[in-house]
């Protein structure tokens, strides 16, 4: 059975860092492309990051771009959310997710965790 | 940035009366790559349909995804009680892989 368990949210004061973290199992992790999704409290979804299975290639939303950085480590079965200079509106519910490929076309999410919280408030 | 706008926002209806939700794109993106996701309150997303019309493992035949260019359609032949839910399309043929706002269907 996939799972796929988060951490390392938490609260954190604006301007601050926070790591997130995913292990992965029940699958072949470094067959395939990870994503990062967001969702704030009430709201809908907001794709955040995807990296496919080598890491040769990376994406991220616009709302993060140069503050986040995405990776993974397929001898840990790990994917990493790194997120800098938080903002208030990064409050969400962090979701880790398997993509459906190996790179890009592949981004999309067929198994998702149950999430991490981050609130970034001072 | 590629804009998808799903309509209605709310659709009520009864359980077994055909149900269509719709997402609209600004633009056309790398073709098939849309999919489907069913969302119910303090859970995870759960994937229905990917690449615009193949139903992801385990997803009833009463759902199903057809559209091309910039629009797109998940229909919900006989709703069941547990089809309640949002609904949300999402992009993944142009980056940042964008979603729509979602569409709550509820029971009438």
């Known amino acids: 059975e996939v799972q796929l368990v988060e951490s390392g949210g938490g609260l954190v004061q604006p301007g601050r860092s926070l790591r997130l973290s995913c292990v992965g199992s029940g699958f072949t992790f470094d067959d395939y492309a990870m994503l990062w999704v967001r969702q704030a409290p009430g709201k809908g979804l907001e794709w955040v990051s995807g990296i496919s299975w080598n890491s040769g290639s990376v994406g991220f939303a616009d709302s993060v771009k140069g503050r986040f950085t995405i990776s993974r480590d397929n001898a840990k079965n790990s994917l990493y959310l790194q997120m800098n200079s938080l903002r208030t509106e990064d409050t969400a519910l962090y979701y880790c997710a398997k993509g459906g490929g190996y790179d890009s076309s592949g981004y999309y999410m067929v198994r998702w965790g149950q999430g991490t919280l981050v609130t970034v408030s001072s | 940035e590629i804009v998808l706008t799903q309509s209605p926002g709310t659709l009520s209806l009864s359980p077994g009366e055909r149900v269509t939700l719709s997402c609209r794109a600004s633009?056309?993106?790398?073709?098939?790559?849309l999919a489907w996701y069913q969302q119910k309150p303090g859970q995870a997303p759960r994937l229905l349909i990917y690449g615009v019309s193949s139903r992801a493992t385990g997803i009833p035949d009463r759902f199903s995804g057809s559209g091309s260019g910039t629009d797109f359609t998940l229909t919900i032949s006989r709703p069941e009680p547990e089809d309640f839910a949002v609904y949300y399309c999402?992009?993944?043929?142009?980056?940042?892989?964008?979603f729509g706002q979602g569409t709550k269907v509820e029971i009438k």
């Open positions: 999402q992009q993944y043929g142009s980056s940042p892989h964008t």
């Open positions: 633009q056309s993106f790398s073709s098939s790559y």
